[in-house]
């Protein structure tokens, strides 16, 4: 059974620096492209950032780029985000995804998810 399971949200104020981690089990870990998005009520669940499975290139959507950095501990199975600069725009609650696909950012082609976790940034 594949989990999982973000940590590390919280409320933080603007300028402020995050990191959340995203354990994962079940799954051959160095197998999979691993994503995190974001969502707020009412809208739709935006790609942020993702490690490629192969050679492990990362790419990440332009209003994070330069201000947030994905990386992987694949002795532990970890995934981590971390985000710099924080602005009060980034609050949402953050997943985490896995993919045996590469270079994708739409949420179709991802197979599992974790729970999420609530990122909060005050002005």
């Known amino acids: 059974q594949v989990q999982l399971v973000e940590s590390g949200g919280g409320s933080v104020q603007a300028g402020d620096s995050l990191r959340l981690s995203c354990a994962a089990s079940?799954?051959?870990?160095?197998?999979?492209?691993m994503a995190w998005f974001r969502q707020v009520p009412g809208r739709e669940r935006e790609f942020v950032t993702a490690?490629?499975?192969?050679?492990?290139?990362?790419f990440s959507a332009d209003s994070v780029m330069g201000r947030f950095i994905i990386s992987k501990d694949n002795a532990n199975n970890v995934v981590y985000l971390q985000m710099f600069k924080l602005k009060p725009e980034d609050t949402a609650v953050y997943y985490c995804a896995a993919s045996r696909f590469l270079n994708l950012r739409n949420t179709q082609g991802y197979s599992y998810w974790g729970q999420g976790t609530q990122v909060t940034v005050s002005s």
């Open positions: 490690i490629n499975r192969n050679m492990e290139s990362t």
């Open positions: 079940g799954l051959t870990f160095t197998s999979y492209t």
